[in-house]
């Protein structure tokens, strides 16, 4: 991804002829389903998000955002916007930050697929990790907030917000490799011997899983909105790949950004963090702690290749789209392109977690 994802990811274009969505039958579902709607509405498309294609609608009174399923043909168990909404549902009461859930339609027939209509988090997105444009205490607020964020979602009791059912219970780790290994493969487009490698060592070494908790699945700065004048997360997105899992494996993703160059995205590795006024891992695993009462922190090796691993897996799967030609954002051929990068990242970790 280029230097300037800031400004290619973020705001709103208009709606692409190949995503266009019917909508006066959207007008009517949202009449009959969204509370205090009113319309007439006006669709526009977000720049970002690879997986699905999502909308800002606006309403003489009001914001909204649709989420739905892409067009085309898709994996199994892929892109599950009804999971998505019923997470959010779930944690909206209990005031973590997520948008308002307004409805979800499983009805194909009124766009065309399912979707979700949330409300609209007016705020800042960032989407590089070195926050270029901000002082240092603002960073290190940042970052707090950040970690503050996650510690705070893992500390919830599934069962009792409702959202016992969101997982099976334990294996977490073990569950997403196959997982990831079965979608590879139904996406592979060529063979990579290291990551042939890398699914199957890491199915035969998982470690012992810490804690049942609701794990986000791709939590990163670019998938939260902060406030637009000061440095705290007013809403999580993108819940598509949460379930319920090993605490662990969601603070590892997480501390992926300080392991990995910056390159305009999510990454710090290698900075003057100190300089920047960026907290280092050590001190944002202190904090996870803390806040979270998980103490026992192992070390982070497997767990770097396990994630990259998985994220080559994710883009893998964009990338059969791009040559399969249902891809959701222009942006997608490039995040396809980083797989074998990916692939050897995960590799070195795996090097020093004890591969052979």
């Keep these: 991804m280029t230097q300037d994802a800031q400004s290619t990811m973020t705001g709103t274009m208009d709606v692409p002829e190949a995503d266009r969505i019917d909508e006066a039958s959207l007008t009517k579902w949202m009449d009959d ?38 067009f085309g043909k898709l994996l199994p168990s892929a892109h599950a916007v009804d999971r998505e909404f019923r997470v959010m ?20 027939s009124v766009i065309g697929s399912m979707f979700f209509i ?41 069962q009792a917000i409702g959202l016992g059912s969101h997982g099976k219970p334990g294996n977490y780790c073990a569950r997403q490799i196959d997982r990831w290994t079965k979608q590879y493969r139904l996406s592979e487009t060529g063979t990579i011997e290291k990551m042939d490698r890398m699914m199957e060592w890491l199915a035969q070494t998982v470690p012992e ?41 969601d603070l590892s993703y997480y501390l992926m ?3 990995t160059p910056p390159e305009g995205r999510a990454g710090i590795g290698g900075l003057d963090l100190k300089a920047l006024g960026i907290p280092n891992i050590e001190e944002s695993i202190a904090r996870y702690s803390q806040i979270s009462g998980i103490t026992d922190i192992p070390d982070m090796d497997w767990y770097f290749a396990y994630n990259m691993f998985r994220i080559a897996a994710i883009l893998q799967g964009i990338k059969k789209r791009v040559i399969d030609g249902t891809a959701s954002s222009k942006h997608a051929k490039t995040m396809a392109e980083r797989v074998p990068m990916l692939v050897e990242g995960g590799w070195q970790f795996a090097l020093k977690a004890g591969i052979e």
Excluded at 41 to 64: C, E, H, M, V, W
Excluded at 89 to 108: N, R, S, T
Aim: with cysteine; aromatic share 10%; proline share 8%.
């Design 33 to 70: 389903n969204v509370e205090g709607f009113s319309g007439p509405i006006t669709l526009s498309k977000f720049k970002g998000g690879q997986s699905n294609p999502t909308y800002r609608i606006d309403t003489p009174s009001k914001a909204y955002v649709l989420r739905r399923k892409p």
């Design 89 to 108: 549902a779930g944690l909206h009461p209990h005031g973590f930050p997520v948008p308002q859930p307004y409805g979800l339609c499983e009805d194909d």
């Design 118 to 158: 949330m409300g609209m988090a007016d705020g800042r997105s960032l989407w590089n990790g070195t926050l270029p444009e901000h002082a240092p205490q603002d960073r290190h607020a940042i970052y707090t907030a950040m970690t503050d964020t996650l510690a705070q979602l893992h500390t919830f009791d599934a």
């Design 209 to 249: 899983q810490r804690g049942n908790a609701i794990v986000h699945g791709d939590y990163r700065i670019d998938n939260m909105i902060f406030h637009k004048n000061e440095n705290h997360v007013i809403a999580l997105l993108d819940w598509e790949l949460s379930t319920l899992g090993d605490p662990i494996a």
């Design 257 to 259: 950004s300080w392991v």
